[in-house]
């Protein structure tokens, strides 16, 4: 079996609310608008593999992550506005007020709705 790639955390965005369309290839040649890119990673269901909404990029470096987020955070793809951050190793160094887990919503609502709803109350 194959060593696993040990990610650079400092260097790697998670993406998130992707469409069943998006591939490992068309992530790649996304975020190689914002800087070279050495490795993407979409998690499959292991018995239909298909994607499961969302994945992470590594970069070279770390100003390239940053940029990605500033440059490609809620771009539509397919229909659908991406969420690009900064994977959670990076968020040890910030103050986090609180995790919410929200629930029972109606289908109808996106991730776009909830940023947008929840962004009145402070940053995300």
Known sequence: MATKHERNQEA????G?????VTD???WELMTQAGPVTNVHLPKDRVTQSTQG????EFQSSDDADYAVKLL????LFG?????NKSSADRRTQDIGAILFIGNLDPDVDEKLLYDTFGA???M
């Open 17 to 21: 609310n992707l469409d069943d369309r």
């Open 80 to 84: 659908k506005p991406i969420r690009v």
């Open 73 to 76: 955070n809620m771009i539509k």
């Open 121 to 123: 109350f402070g940053q």
């Open 25 to 27: 290839e068309l992530i």
């Open 12 to 15: 790697s965005v998670y993406i």
């Open 54 to 57: 969302y994945g992470f990029c």
